[in-house]
């Protein structure tokens, strides 16, 4: 999401005339877009603001804007802890900045605002709606993203048209429970609704989607899936643990064994489903005896991907402020290594079903010399040729499949 949103923001500038700087510190805005998933990433962000509060005291007329997570409705704390900053900006809230720009630039505020859903490139993310009504006990994002707003079908339309018109082939919808789209609607529309209006348009090739919640992935949803071509055969669906205990504690609203059965309603619907997952190691009061709970429903599942985190406070959150994080650090660094290597495991086993195979590869681009893109089933797949552009889809036929990425011959070059 924040990726997203970095993004729309650089197009809208770039349309009214500012260039992209290769040098954050000595650029004339510096925009620093903030996550706090985890603490970790607050500490780079705050490293980051402190580095650019040095360069703007050499130069007074330096434009320094947090935007993001980090931003609340209140920006009383942020102001006192970085008064160098010049503006703070809530998640999707661009306006300000665009009128701090027009009073010190002179820029075109309107011609700055209609360029926001523009981005050309062969992938694009499309946020799709904002916030999360879920409140799980050790996410902050509620708190700082606000309440789930969709964003109307026809302006989601007009705004993937307008990225296929430019080159995109591919969209990723996003939401912070892209399940729930459309549930504050008056309509009764479902993120499936979205999916239908969405295949209609030319040129768009493949559609994506997340993250998605077990609660909300309904049937509706699933059959959608099953049956619109371009809507690819890839779920997230994060379970975060396989103990009923620390599932009940997390807040989740859902039972490991709700979760196994809407695994299998989805695998029986789309036989081949590519299944992805976030899981949580070391919440607050996880034994070993949850721990193995975990392992035992990875192990039943075998998901294709898994995200795996090591569980760190995060003030504010309901487990903050009245749970104890009481496991120790030794314990879990050793369960997220023991999940990540079951998971290779798993992931081994899967791919290697695929040597021989064909599989349908739309090119994102090189590394290390290597052309290289994503199947339906976002599995990274490299090629034996450096003919190929961004863009083009070819069948590629596996000779290679490890655990983390595949290679194999293009037959239809």
Same mark, same amino acid.
Do not use: W
């Given at each position: 999401m924040n990726v997203a949103d970095s993004e729309r923001l650089s197009s809208a500038l770039g349309s009214v005339g500012f260039e992209e700087s290769e040098?954050? $510190?000595? @650029?004339?805005?510096?925009?620093?877009? @903030?996550? /706090?998933? $985890?603490?970790? #990433?607050?500490?780079?962000?705050?490293? =980051? *603001?402190?580095? %650019?509060?040095?360069?703007?005291?050499?130069?007074?007329?330096?434009?320094?804007?947090?935007?993001?997570?980090?931003?609340?409705?209140?920006?009383?704390?942020?102001?006192? $802890? +970085?008064?160098? /900053?010049?503006? +703070? %900006?809530?998640?999707?809230?661009?306006?300000?900045?665009?009128?701090?720009?027009?009073?010190?630039?002179?820029?075109?505020?309107?011609?700055?605002? #209609?360029?926001?859903?523009?981005?050309? $490139?062969? @992938? @694009?993310? /499309?946020? *799709?709606?904002?916030?999360?009504? =879920? +409140?799980?006990? +050790?996410c902050i994002i509620p708190y700082r993203r606000g309440r789930e707003i969709s964003r109307e079908i026809p302006v989601v339309v007009d705004e993937v048209k307008k990225l296929a018109s430019n080159g995109v082939k591919e969209i990723t919808l996003l939401g912070q429970n892209v399940d729930s789209y459309g549930y504050d609607l008056p309509e009764d529309l479902t993120l499936a609704d979205l999916f239908e209006s969405l295949h209609e348009i030319d040129n768009i090739e493949r559609i994506r989607f997340l993250t998605s919640h077990p609660i909300d992935m309904d049937i509706r949803i699933i059959n959608s899936i099953a049956s619109l071509p371009k809507v690819c055969e890839s779920i997230n669906l994060p379970f975060q643990s396989g103990s009923n205990n620390i599932l009940q504690t997390m807040r989740r609203g859902y039972s490991r064994e709700e979760y196994i059965e809407l695994i299998n309603i989805i695998r029986d619907k789309i036989p081949n489903v590519a299944m992805s997952a976030d899981v949580i190691v070391g919440f607050c009061g996880e034994s070993e005896s949850d721990f193995e709970d975990t392992i035992d429903l990875i192990e039943e599942i075998k998901f294709d991907k898994l995200h795996t985190a090591i569980y760190s406070e995060r003030p504010g959150t309901i487990a903050q402020r009245k749970m104890k994080d009481d496991v120790k650090m030794s314990d879990k660094q050793r369960r997220y290594k023991t999940l990540n290597d079951i998971q290779e495991k798993i992931q081994g086993e899967i791919n290697s079903k695929l040597l021989g195979q064909i599989s349908e590869v739309m090119i994102e681009g090189k590394r290390r010399e290597k052309t290289f893109g994503r199947n339906r089933h976002d599995k990274i797949i490299y090629t034996n040729t450096s003919e190929l552009k961004e863009g083009d889809i070819v069948d590629v036929k596996i000779d290679y499949a490890g655990p983390w990425a595949m290679k194999g011959e293009v037959i239809n070059l």
């Open positions: 040098d954050i $510190r000595n @650029s004339n805005i510096s925009i620093v877009n @903030s996550c /706090v998933v $985890r603490q970790s #990433s607050e500490d780079k962000v705050t490293a =980051k *603001v402190d580095q %650019l509060t040095i360069e703007k005291r050499k130069n007074q007329e330096k434009i320094i804007v947090l935007m993001g997570c980090m931003v609340g409705p209140k920006t009383n704390n942020l102001e006192a $802890r +970085f008064p160098d /900053v010049d503006l +703070f %900006l809530q998640p999707q809230n661009y306006e300000p900045l665009i009128q701090l720009l027009y009073e010190k630039k002179g820029i075109d505020k309107e011609g700055c605002l #209609s360029n926001l859903d523009v981005k050309p $490139r062969i @992938s @694009s993310f /499309v946020p *799709v709606s904002h916030g999360c009504d =879920k +409140f799980c006990a +050790f």
